[in-house]
């Protein structure tokens, strides 16, 4: 019958890597059937409990725990009796003489590294983070259970220094060719891309590498870096720096939203790309698959074809003009179709704002006045505050065409979307009082009237002359709602600003790192060719969080400018 | 200087299109510069007040009010003064005489139709659905304003008796070659389609129609049908008489569901059609192109390329053999990369529930405890509570094989779908170390494992012979993650019931109608060639509620079983 020895170390720091090899290494000795070699968290011993190696002992998250499961409780005992030798078989190998001690020493001896890789316990890798910073150089924070405040203060201080933050809590990149952390090996291309999602970005440069496209940079950003709170400072700083980048040629952008609110800024951010981006925010329906130079996809496969196709040249890549800046500011669509202007919503919502609608997908888009319109509007014409004892627009269009007059008087107004659809049932000439009032309300300098018009060549109406009939008003006319939503989001151009101060373009070009952390990350480097250089990093004051905040105030005050 | 001058008629009943034509009348009358005639609800008398038309008097929303700009307060008197003799003019409408007063009538003039359109003011509608109902005839309820109450009520009497009750709010229809109410003419074909959106019906089967492809049903089913309290009762009507229909080959599934929540009953009835279904759940992000025999489209137009293609057979049709049925009941996913996790999610939440997880796109996916597995349970074993003290599941496989042992273990799991991720920095032999568990839990007969492989052929692990090994080991290996999840979905087979009582598939044949409420429908049902009989309704009891409401139950009475 087998039993349970265990042993705490309290507040002992080991890296993870020693853990698990230690914890290997236990299992190899004779008359041990497992072993759990563990940071006491929560989850941790129920996890150990799981598999039947829960000690009845008492531990805190900073305690390491060592539970075997032997033969016997010598067994056991003898076991355990081993484990500093085993740490120090481990401490004693043979490269770890060599390494500089600290991130200051490393940076000394490799002064062209421009990146550092931190792959610390998420406790230290603020503090690591901020020393790189200061040292002018790039970070890659592969390290998890980072404080979101550090997140936001270590992203504030980058974002004005021009340097990059990747993380926390990033899983890849790949810069200048080089992989870091996690990263597929891909050939050299013109794809760019900029991800919060880790696995997102290496599903979706191996899907382009077996498409037989290449990438040029694949920057992380961290999971949380579209939280409202942090501004997604990084992705906009990659969007500019890949919009720099000549051997860019198409942009992808992976991110995990919270809603269709956090993605506006990183949105507004990829339209100032002067070159097609491909966007996947993952669990946002678009609405669209295309607006002005945002081609979207809705999965981490459809992203990479859709990159590799924009890139060989066989989808067409963005008109990426600058909008006309036609005198007013905002959109105005009267729809008839609740469908149409509820799809016009969607696709809208990622790039326009303030957007109001009385079909609203998220609650602060309510129209408060269906009367009135305010900063972008859509209105469902045919919802049904408007039809009651009132014939339905598609049948009479005197409601839209006083609406239409209110738009074009409003000198706000920019461009104003409509839809007509024929067929059965509808009004037997639209066009004949529809594009008379268009062709007024053009008379306005500057004002742009975009129709789409839905129905067949067999409708009773014509489809070819209602379209001929607007065309000759001035509108521009589509037969499907996307080309028109997307026409008129390029007519009213952009209006999103350059994050503070740029990347160095150059950064990307030289990849040499220095790695803190995990040792495997520094061998996959040079497994690579890159320059880089490993620190043996040991937590300061020993891990001890009270003194480690002495160190770090003092370590600030002499180095305060 | 022009004078308004008004008019109520407290009460009055007039249809949508003699009001329409009464203010184009007085408009047309010497001296009147503009005219509005409108049932007096609060809307209305904005409208009228944007448009310069507001008069200062009272008026409720059951009254008719009349005004007219005129250029003396003589002129606005004399039109008025006609009013009596347009609505006179309107009434003598030569054809009137001859049309049945009641549906009851019109049922005994044209014992063959199976349809009754009805486009009465809404209040009038449930009232006429349900004398239709009783009646034994499917019913087109085009009219908007009624109460959801009314449309439970409804479609709890249609879904007991076989019949179908479309909209209200119903917008559109096909039914064997006809159009009710707005609809576009469109060749004859194999599409068969169910849509909760009047445009967006009428946008796909035009789109259909020009990019050469034919509709056989095109069956609305009012917008709050998907509603959880309606509960999608005439979508699964519609799906299942699709799927029965030899004609149709190919379904197009079309709504606006509020949430993910809302769409699960419809999708479930959609995955019982053994035929393809393209599903277009305006403002759901799929996450996956295709799942079992349910092709995701991200627009209207999407929606429509998706059903001619699939139909036209140059995109494979969904082998819809039913599931394996193995013995467990539920999906267990375990993965090293979130974001796989998170987009697994994505597309699950579309056909599995319930479903469970630590990566939740809603709150009610939350898994409790993230040790213990409950229905179906997507897990990211890379999230930061399980990576304190430990290396990521990619780096470190122990976590993750003794999970694995876990679900094989447990009697509920039927398929573990698992993500390896390749690449620099990850795992040198993933497959050594997985591959073997993999092998032991399918020593449990019906247990099902799928694998997805992410990587390149440059990756140092060598990504065809990871695959080979995880082959060898009885997985079914995929290196994409949507046809990774979609062969698990196909694994577990579909668990929905069929809908009620079914709808007769020859009603579909014969459209023979009756029409009560707006006769413009009547007049292009005629113009189609369809055998329709229009009723010349009056509401009951001259309109009044009270009045309505004792007939209503003396005739339920007198009509009860």
């Known amino acids: 019958m087998s039993t349970l020895v265990s042993e705490i170390r309290p507040g002992a720091y080991f890296d993870s890597v020693v853990l698990m090899q230690l914890q ?96 610390v316990p998420g406790r230290f890798a603020a503090g690591v983070a901020r020393e790189a910073l200061h040292l002018g150089k790039n970070v890659f924070v592969y390290s998890d259970n980072v404080p979101i405040e550090d997140e936001i203060d270590l992203k504030k201080q ?28 891909v050939r050299p291309g013109s794809i760019g891309l900029v991800g919060a999602s880790g696995t997102g970005l290496q599903a979706v440069t191996s899907a382009i590498h077996a498409l037989g496209g290449g990438v040029s940079q694949a920057i992380g950003t961290g999971s949380r870096d579209l939280k409202p709170e942090v501004g997604a400072v990084s992705a906009r700083q990659a969007l500019d720096v890949l919009d720099r980048d000549p051997q860019t040629k198409v942009v992808v952008l992976i991110s995990k939203p919270s809603e269709a609110a956090a993605a506006a800024p990183v949105l507004s951010a990829a339209r100032r790309v002067a070159k097609p981006v491909v966007v996947d ?123 239409l007059r209110q738009e074009a008087a409003d000198p706000e107004t920019a461009v104003i979307l409509l839809d007509v659809v024929l067929g059965e049932g509808a009004h037997p000439d639209p066009a004949a009082e529809v594009a008379p009032a268009v062709s007024e309300s053009r008379q306005r300098k500057g004002l742009e009237v975009v129709v789409v018009v839905i129905g067949t060549d067999a409708d009773p109406q014509d489809l070819e002359a209602q379209i001929e009939r607007f065309r000759a008003a001035g509108a521009r006319v589509h037969t499907g709602l996307s080309a028109a939503v997307d026409e008129a989001v390029r007519l009213l151009g952009h209006t999103s600003e350059a994050p503070g101060a740029p990347l160095a373009l150059a950064d990307f070009r030289s990849p040499a790192a220095i790695n803190v952390g995990l040792e495997s990350f520094y061998e996959s480097l040079v497994a690579q060719g890159a320059t880089a250089i490993h620190v043996d990093w040991r937590p300061p004051a020993g891990g001890d969080e009270r003194l480690m905040g002495i160190l770090a105030r003092m370590k600030s005050k002499g180095q305060a400018p």
Chains 1, 2 share one sequence.
């Open 24 to 119: 290997r290494g236990l299992v190899a000795l004779p008359g041990i059937e497992d072993a759990g070699v563990v940071m006491a968290t929560p989850v941790n011993i129920e996890l150990l409990a799981a598999s039947g190696l829960q000690p009845e002992v008492k531990a805190g998250p900073d305690d390491l725990l060592l539970v075997v499961k032997a033969e016997s409780e010598a067994a056991g005992r003898a076991a355990l009796a081993q484990v500093d030798e085993l740490l120090a078989r481990r401490r004693s190998s043979a490269r770890a003489a060599f390494f500089p001690k600290s991130l200051d020493a490393a940076a000394k001896t490799l002064p062209e590294a421009r990146w550092v890789l931190i792959s």
């Open 158 to 185: 980058s974002g004005a220094k021009g340097l990059l933050v990747m993380g926390p809590d990033c899983g890849t990149a790949i810069i200048g060719g080089q992989g870091f952390g996690f990263a597929n090996r």
């Open 281 to 403: 925010l993952i669990g946002l329906a678009p609405g669209a698959a295309k607006l002005d130079n945002l081609h979207f996809a809705s999965s981490l496969e459809e992203a990479a074809h859709l990159a590799v196709r924009i890139e060989s040249g066989s989808a067409s890549p963005a008109s990426s003009a600058p909008g006309m800046a036609p005198n007013g500011k905002y959109l105005r669509g009267l729809f008839s179709g609740g469908t149409l202007a509820y799809e016009a919503v969607l696709s809208l919502q990622a790039v326009l704002r303030p957007l109001y609608t009385n079909v609203p997908i998220a609650d602060e888009q309510r129209l408060q006045d269906p009367l009135k319109s305010r900063g972008h509007t859509i209105l469902d014409l045919g919802a049904d505050v408007f039809t009651v004892g009132r014939l339905h627009p598609m049948i009479d269009n005197d409601l839209r065409l006083r609406r």
